[in-house]
Structure formats: C-alpha cells, structure tokens
C-alpha cells in the first residue's frame, strides 16, 4: 500500500471537455506541487492516453470515474485503472460491500504498487432535500456515516467526503483512512453548484487529508498564481 505523505499537496480537478485544454494546463503545472484529478467527460472524451503519459511524466494520477456496477465488473474496471498506472481510484459505496469487497480484491494482488481505493459516499451537490427525492430519508451527514461504515468495514482505504464530514468520518475508523474533499474553495472564490463546501484551511483543520479543487485553478486568469495560493492557504511552502 501506499504511504501516507505528511504532506499532501492539493489535487487539481481537470474539469475539461476539451483533452487539449487540459494537456495544455497541465505542462503549466508541477508533480511537485500538485496532483491530477480526471473524471468522466475528460476520459470519455480523450481515452487513457494522456493518463499513461502523465502517470510516465511522474504525476499522480486521480482517476474518478465512480465506478457502481455488479461485483465482477467493478472489479476489473479497477484492475484496468491500475494498469494505467493511476495513483488512486474510486468506486460508489451505494454499489455495496460485495461490490467494494472485490474491488480490493481486485488490487490486492499489486501489493504495494496498487493504487489507493476510496469510496464516494453522497456528493458535495446534494443536501437533504436532494436525498430526500431520490428516496434517502436521512440528512447528509447520516447517509455520509453509514456509508462510511459499509466502506471501512470492506477494506477500502478512504472515502470522499464533504470536508464538514471529515472528522466524523476519521472518529468513526483511523487517522489513516483518507478523507478526500471536494467543494474546496478558497477565500473569496464562487461556490458554483457545490452546496457542502469548505476553505482549504477549515478543511484541513476538520480533517480532510487530501483536498480536491478545480475551477478555482483551472478558470484562474493565473492557474499557477491561483495554484500557489491554494498552496498557502494549506500552509505548503
């Protein structure tokens, strides 16, 4: 497995539609000093190409696609994500223990070359009345805890969490186990469509071990300016 860094650095979210764009940002940024997040539109639009080159060029990779399927399937998605090299991947707790259970079964088998495997509980962009319309009768932070629970007791390595869940999430199992926060947004930036979001500062403070942001630096006039005050905020020099 892993190591837990002492310091992490904040992971860019390549919200693109366009491969390009993203490659073009992405030579204006550093391994050092950042890691890489690419979800959906990004990898169905330009494929694992531009993965394997990053991941060749040292970057840690993020790869978040969420994946909720039947057991066997999520498995090999999983297998297939750690062949590309990716530094961490993830799945949907609302897939179940079964699904998560083969998942890490799945990368077990890569020893400590195996990506980290978390889990996403209830995303940033609902809140009560959301869950409540799709059927979960519970508030945010109940639904969070029990998926955390499910997620925990299946083995996986962390889960992503609002970054007001964080220390619930991390009294609930170990200091180890990765909180990763989306909804992060420094001072003075637009909350856009994320409703349960946080500063970087306040998310660290709450316990969040690894935050995510996106258009706060990939729509900055200056995403490296943007970038190294983010790195401020979280104290990283």
Do not use: Y
Request: hydrophobic fraction near 50%.
């Amino acid at each position: 497995m892993n190591s837990h860094r002492a310091a992490e650095p904040p992971i860019v979210a390549l919200d693109f539609a366009d491969p390009a764009r993203a490659d073009a940002l992405v030579r204006r940024l550093s391994p050092e000093l950042c890691r890489l997040k690419v979800g959906k539109e990004l990898f169905v639009r330009g494929g694992p190409e531009a993965i394997r080159r990053w991941v060749a060029e040292g970057w840690d990779v993020f790869l978040d696609l969420k994946f909720h399927d039947i057991p066997h399937t999520v498995a090999a998605a999983c297998r297939a994500a750690a062949d590309l090299g990716v530094w961490m991947v993830n799945v949907h707790a609302l897939g179940g223990a079964a699904m998560m259970t083969a998942a890490r079964e799945a990368l077990e088998p890569l020893g400590r070359q195996r990506p980290w495997l978390i889990a996403v509980t209830i995303l940033t962009s609902h809140d009560a009345q959301s869950l409540e319309a799709v059927g979960l009768s519970e508030r945010p932070a109940a639904a969070v805890a029990r998926l955390v629970a499910l997620t925990h007791t299946a083995g996986l390595d962390g889960v992503v969490c609002s970054a007001q869940e964080a220390a619930a999430v991390e009294a609930k199992t170990h200091s180890a186990f990765r909180r990763v926060t989306p909804g992060i947004r420094p001072a003075g930036s637009a909350a856009n469509d994320q409703r349960r979001i946080m500063t970087p500062a306040a998310a660290l403070a709450a316990g969040a071990t690894d935050l995510v942001v996106g258009r706060p630096i990939t729509r900055a006039d200056d995403p490296i300016v943007a970038l190294m005050d983010l790195r401020a905020e979280m104290g990283l020099t």
